[in-house]
């Protein structure tokens, strides 16, 4: 069954990195995801796609400050710099032939 | 720019129907897949359909299978998503999203970046 798993919350201070992970279920390691931003009360904003081999695909106006990777089943999402507009939940998404699966989502706090 | 909206969000009784629909500008829609994805009150995402950029193959999740039928008409530049049979348990934002991947003419596709419209609320209760 492909599952995309995520922590459900993370920290860190204002102009630090942060590495957020999402896991992806046995058997899938293979398998690009994506990565959306939520910002409070508003909409899903995407911001990369990430293979196994750990090349990403940044959306338009994505800042330079956010970056992709990959080891084995899990994909990564670093954020470097950290702007208190960062703070937002953040998902993992994947697919397969016929479906699309969400992450449960992290929430990142900016300290 | 890519501009996705959506309408048809309401207040509908447990039991009832309602019709979304989604207006799609600024690129070839006929060459994207479709998604609707919903977000409960203070939950995450949840993927509920897909269909192909010719509406050939759709696909929906299992919690709204044989309820839920997501459409498109490609001569409107819109797409749909019809829910019978509602549950207070659909009550959600729903998102109309367009995929990643564009069909280019050789048959082959290339990804580009996914985009959200801004989502409408369906409130089922009586």
């Known amino acids: 069954q492909l599952v995309v798993t995520q922590s459900p919350s993370a920290s860190a201070s204002l102009g630090a990195s942060v590495k957020l992970t999402c896991t992806l279920s046995?058997?899938?390691?293979?398998?690009?995801i994506a990565w959306h931003q939520q910002q409070p009360e508003k909409g899903p904003r995407y911001l990369m796609k990430v293979k196994s081999d750990g090349s990403h695909s940044k959306g338009d106006g994505i800042p330079d400050r956010f970056s992709g990777a990959s080891s084995g089943a899990e994909r990564y999402l670093t954020i470097s710099s950290l702007q208190s507009e960062d703070e937002a939940d953040y998902y993992c998404?994947?697919?397969?032939?016929?479906?699309?699966?969400f992450g449960g989502g992290t929430k990142l706090t900016v300290l | 720019q890519v501009q996705l909206v959506e309408s048809g969000g309401g207040v509908v009784q447990p039991g009832r129907s309602l019709r979304l629909s989604c207006a799609a500008s600024?690129?070839?829609?006929?060459?994207?897949?479709m998604h609707w994805v919903r977000q409960a009150p203070g939950k995450g995402l949840e993927w509920v359909a897909v269909?192909?950029?010719?509406?050939?193959?759709?696909y929906h999740a299992d919690s709204v299978k044989g309820r839920f039928t997501i459409s498109r008409d490609n001569s409107k530049n819109t797409l749909y998503l019809q829910m019978n049979s509602l549950r207070a348990e659909d009550t959600a934002v729903y998102y109309c999203?367009?995929?990643?991947?564009?069909?280019?003419?050789?048959?082959?596709?290339?990804?580009?970046?996914?985009?959200w419209g801004q989502g409408t609320l369906v409130t089922v209760s009586s």
């Open positions: 998404q994947t697919w397969g032939n016929d479906i699309h699966v």
């Open positions: 046995r058997g899938h390691s293979s398998y690009a």
């Open positions: 269909i192909w950029y010719d509406g050939r193959n759709k």
């Open positions: 999203a367009r995929d990643g991947y564009r069909i280019l003419p050789d048959g082959k596709n290339q990804w580009e970046q996914p985009h």
């Open positions: 600024g690129f070839t829609f006929s060459r994207y897949g």
